[in-house]
């Protein structure tokens, strides 16, 4: 009877704390995916849960605007470009938890002799005049690029679809490398076809992905937002290690949403995200941080000296120092 008494007792103090989990909702800015894997992961393996914390992922996509439902109540966290909080007139009203993409992955992928045929495209200055097609979300690091090296091209609406690139009706479209850069070679197209900018390696190296919050929700809610990171850096450290077993996630969240990926499409995506995640040794920089270094220098990328929240107010102490 004593043995029956103690594991009632026991039953229910975990379903009071399972109770009390705090409820979280995390936006994405795109639609399942590899870039999300350490999220998927920090779910799959129960990390969150470990931190009391009950997580649900929404998917974003072309008409969901992560920063806006956070504002307006409709999620507690959501991932998003540095570049695209830093542009919005808003920016003051966000503060950055942890920085996740910490080098870019943007790119330019023209035609190497150009959409005729005939017109050799190999540097920066031979885009100048070109039409170009740009996602509309994206545009000021492709606008300092242009600045960068005193390019005006002639901007065509990319959309969601590089069809217009593909039927040579543009002599480059923009594409991120984990991405749309790996989606055309599997359409078939040849690197020897192409040539590709690389931001990375081309001076407008932006960090990318961040986890954002209200300030007002790290501020009464900073064991929760603390908790959240912990995870989440956890998952990513468990994609790391754990890729075959990443992917699988992955692909169920792939297929269950039925979406239009494959699985080497999610492999070279989770490969490519995680160099953006975790450092080689001589990067400067360390999981999870942004440091007032970089995030000076991604403010004077944009051209926003001057309008910019100050450093320690939008960056919090933990994204300040990262993985430690």
Request: glycine share 8%; proline share 5%; net charge negative.
């Amino acid at each position: 009877m004593k043995r029956i008494l103690t594991g009632i007792f026991f039953f229910l103090l975990s379903a009071a704390g399972s109770a009390a989990a705090e409820p979280v909702r995390l936006v994405l800015q795109w639609q399942h995916q590899s870039q999300f894997a350490g999220y998927y992961m920090a779910l799959e393996k129960g990390f969150y849960r470990a931190e009391n914390l009950d997580v649900t992922l929404i998917p974003g996509g072309a008409h969901v605007d992560p920063l806006r439902m956070i504002r307006d109540g409709q999620a507690d966290f959501c991932t998003t470009m540095l570049s695209s909080v830093l542009g919005r007139h808003d920016r003051n009203e966000f503060v950055l938890l942890q920085q996740v993409l910490n080098r870019s992955n943007l790119t330019l992928v023209a035609w190497k002799k150009g959409r005729h045929g005939i017109d050799s495209i190999a540097a920066p200055s031979d885009l100048d005049q070109r039409r170009i097609t740009l996602w509309d979300g994206f545009r000021p690091p492709y606008e300092a690029f242009f600045r960068r090296y005193g390019i005006d091209p002639v901007i065509i609406p990319q959309y969601y679809s590089f069809s217009l690139f593909l039927h040579r009706g543009a002599d480059a479209c923009c594409a991120m490398r984990y991405n749309e850069y790996h989606s055309l070679i599997q359409h078939g197209l040849r690197d020897e076809e192409l040539t590709v900018f690389d931001f990375h390696e081309l001076g407008v190296d932006l960090p990318e992905d961040g986890l954002f919050a209200v300030a007002e929700t790290w501020r009464r809610r900073l064991s929760v937002c603390d908790a959240f990171v912990r995870a989440s850096m956890k998952g990513w450290q468990y994609a790391r290690d754990h890729r075959r077993e990443t992917l699988d996630v992955v692909m169920r969240y792939v297929e269950e949403a039925r979406l239009p990926a494959n699985r080497p499409h999610m492999e070279w995506m989770l490969d490519t995200i995680l160099q953006a995640v975790f450092p080689a040794t001589d990067a400067g920089w360390i999981p999870g941080q942004l440091t007032e270094e970089r995030y000076r220098k991604a403010v004077s990328i944009l051209g926003l000296e001057g309008s910019e929240p100050a450093y320690g107010d939008f960056v919090t102490p933990g994204a300040q120092r990262g993985l430690h």
